[in-house]
């Protein structure tokens, strides 16, 4: 018998995971409040509001699947509202990832098909990598950032908690990034980053801030 994951969030990142997480897991529901009493997918699986988490058994996990431009900031307080232990959270990594043993890795991360990280990159909890991205040596991410599709992080990097990185971004080796900063589609980051600060273009400049 298949151990039960649920994902929170019915977005198009758990549209994209569904398949290689439902081969693996049974996907009992997906929790969230936009689409109550409904179903989605082939699978016919059930929507439930966020406050169901409740109603699992112990053994079943879950994965924070909430996560684009305008949802990611929410990531942390929904985790905090749900007020899980974080032993409750899955790990998964895409069967076409590849994550270096070296790589130390917390709770609900998710490794997208096609994800490269190599050795001794630190990914804190609740982080999303998604396809095609490549994360270089001793590179840390902070909890409940999100990485999007083709971005290339080099080596030494210091991504702060609830960042975003847009997909087809580079950052240049030994940059940081403050937390909550965001980094618009494509950019070549070649400095640090401040605290809450949006950038983008080649090479990133600063465009607003966190509001």
Known sequence: ???AVVPIGLSGNCVEIFEALSARFEVPAILDDKYPNDT???LGVPVRRLNAAKDYH???RFLMMIGSPKSFRQRAAIVERLGMDASRYATFRHPNSAVSRLCETGRGVIFFDG???TSNAHIEDHVQILPRSIIHH???IGAYS???SGVVVSGGVQIGSGCYI???SVIRDGINIGNGAMVGLGSVVVKDVPEGAIVAGNP???IGAKR
């Open 1 to 3: 018998m298949k151990n």
């Open 40 to 42: 989605w997918g082939p």
């Open 58 to 60: 112990n053994d079943t």
């Open 115 to 117: 994800v490269l990280v």
């Open 138 to 140: 001793d590179v840390r």
């Open 146 to 148: 999100m990485i999007g």
């Open 166 to 168: 847009a997909s087809g």
């Open 204 to 206: 990133a400049r600063a």
